[in-house]
């Protein structure tokens, strides 16, 4: 209860800074947006053409640095780092796509990751920061040609989930230690025996050491991560999704806490302030309630995923229901969306960004689809243009969509 009254006084003040919805969902005259989870807003496809600029990059192909669909990617400010969290290959480019490092040490020695959680790129002073999954891991710092320069331990008063490069002296990190889940329709802990998660769970860690040097003052009663444990047929089923806890933007870092129902904005100068707001509370219904995730920002344009939590319009193959959101402030209007690339579109594909940063989304393709589309005439602009000189055995073409100020 206490928990409930704190986010209720939260949202009560956000409503108060930012008015209120009217009839048709639209939001009229506030400072951040507030989506009303109660309203069905408008449906419509968008072509990524007009929500930005659009670039595609073409990833140089070299020996031993090929991109495989199990690639997950990281984008900088002028760069692309790719990671395969499994295989343990770290392949870097710069922002036209040209090879700036390559790497992999994949094992259980000193010096060595047994598989990669997320990565962090130090552009300024050419460090790749690897955080691993576990429990009790080393960050590992590596130079862009594969010389591991640092390694420290994260410290004991915290789980290392997600992680970014704050600034070259500190790293941001969420701490999910002794996380609590929604088991049985409520947030409850994944062991009775377990203290409660400390409610300040985003961290800065200093780059030297790895010593934390102090907690956001932004408290998070009771968060958790978005595991949801339920009986299915007879046997326990957990179903989870995936989060961008800490997303990059062009003026800090958003910080999507499933426990709120608002989404933040960090500062560099580590000031925190609300940029979008749900209601009613995910606290008032968990069993039937949401979850929102801001993906990415410019003045203009926000891109939200939504989360049901509703078990019901679950799939044992994909999980929790998602459903995309764009929030339009020259119209003051959120719109329920897909997304299809103009020079590229095939008939009930809906495109999903492979990832975000600050104000970009990055989509990828490869040779062989393009060739395929190629012969088949379905490609235009640009694309086609790329794909003539394209061979099968190349690496992926990025595409980079800019949302418009």
Known sequence: MRNVLFLSVLMINLLGLTGCLNRSGKVSERAIPVMNMDVSYPQKEFALQDLGKVRYIRMDTAENALLDDGMHLSPSANGFIFYNPFSGSVVGYDKDGHLICNFNHKGQGANEYANINKLA?????GKIY?????????????????????SFSTPDTLIATDMALFNPES???WDTKNFNVIKERKISKLAEALPDPNPYPFVFLN???????????????DHFRLLVFTIQDGAPFVMMAHTNTIVPSNNGFLLNDFVSDTVFLLSKDKEVKPVFTHTPSLHTNIPKGNVCEVWAMSSR???????SLNLEEASTQTGLKTAWYLWDSNEQSFTQCTFYNADFKKAGETLRPTAVSGDKLYFRYFPNQLLEASEKQSLKGELETLTHSLDEDDNMILMEVSLSD
Request: glycine share 6%; charged share 20%.
């Open 207 to 221: 780059t030297k050491d790895g010593a934390l040097d102090s907690r956001l003052s932004k408290a998070y009663p």
């Open 130 to 150: 690897i955080l691993p999954y576990g429990t009790k891991v080393n960050i590992l710092a590596f130079d862009l040609q594969g010389r591991c320069v640092q």
């Open 121 to 125: 790129y130090d552009e300024e002073n």
């Open 171 to 173: 790293l941001l990190v």
């Open 301 to 307: 344009f926000m891109l939200i995923n939504v989360i």
